[in-house]
């Protein structure tokens, strides 16, 4: 088994602090790669909360007794004193994030992004932006750099926003279309830059133009060009404001190879060329 995880105490140290409105103790990666069975026994739970992230294959959960296979997708919920009983079997591929915490501001907060309190276990889609807060937080945990604290509780509150966005959005948008919004936010975001043809993306994620387009429209309110364009002038506007690289690697940098077309897209864009918002910039 390949475990990642950092802790505040010791390992398995059930930690709980009422001083601070929320305390993350632990975090956490496991995948199981040669065991066959990696299992998890607390008959009474923990004094703590701990939140799991089902990223890949499935993982066995018991509650009151009943088995149920909570796929991946899926984040489980354990409040203090809840029973823990759980397996990892190498056969069912399973990845997993999880992570610890406490304080008095704990159950005001789950309330206020809309935590199911009558269910451990949700749906929360595949979106990339989860398995990087987890790992972002372990790595603070590991190295406590200054005001690590601070950074763990931010990623750990913005895993609790992307939830709560999801489970609003899926009231009126299939899962599965908002997981391939996510997806290619997250590309076009890596990819701005280049030469992205939207047919062609949507065709390798087995998706027609016209239904791809529409659906980002419907998530996104923009298109995926609109999208991309926004992403490549907010991006020249920075580097117009906070470099000192010419007109033409600025153009380069945002996916231009011509800066006289990039300049005529800018000024529809942001209403003045690059070099008279160069020079705004002066006044």
């Not at 398995?12 to 601070?20: A, C, G, Q, R, S």
């Not at 009558?118 to 749906?123: G, L, N, Q, R, S």
Request: aromatic share 16%; charged share 25%.
């Amino acid at each position: 088994m390949y475990i990642n995880s950092a802790y505040v105490g010791k390992k398995d140290e059930d930690i709980v602090t009422l001083n601070k409105p929320i305390f993350v103790t632990a975090a956490g990666y496991n995948k199981v790669i040669s065991r066959r069975i990696v299992e998890t026994m607390r008959p009474r739970g923990r004094h703590d909360y701990q939140l799991i992230y089902i990223a890949a294959g499935k993982v066995r959960f018991y509650f009151d007794g009943q088995e149920r296979i909570v796929p991946k997708g899926n984040m489980v919920l354990f409040r203090p004193g809840v029973q823990q009983i759980y397996y990892h079997y190498a056969v069912d591929k399973p990845e997993s994030y999880w992570v610890h915490f406490t304080g008095y501001d704990v159950e005001r907060l789950l309330d206020y992004y809309g935590m199911p309190k009558d269910e451990c276990v949700f749906f929360t889609g595949t979106s990339p932006d989860y398995p990087w807060l987890f790992l972002k937080m372990i790595q603070e945990l590991q190295l406590r750099r200054v005001k690590c604290e601070d950074f763990i509780n931010l990623n750990l509150q913005h895993i609790f926003l992307a939830i709560n966005r999801y489970l609003l959005e899926g009231k009126k948008i299939k899962s599965e279309t908002l997981d391939e919004i996510e997806r290619a936010t997250h590309y076009f975001l890596e990819n701005y830059n280049k030469d992205i043809i939207i047919e062609d993306y949507a065709k390798q994620r087995g998706m027609t133009a016209n239904w791809f387009t529409q659906s980002f429209k419907k998530v996104t309110k923009y298109t995926p060009m609109q999208y991309i364009l926004s992403l490549r002038m907010n991006n020249a506007m920075n580097m117009i404001d906070f470099s000192n690289h010419t007109m033409a690697q600025i153009a380069a940098a945002v996916g231009y190879n011509n800066s006289m077309y990039f300049s005529r897209v800018f000024k529809k864009y942001v209403g003045m060329s690059p070099t008279e918002y160069k020079k705004r910039k002066n006044y």
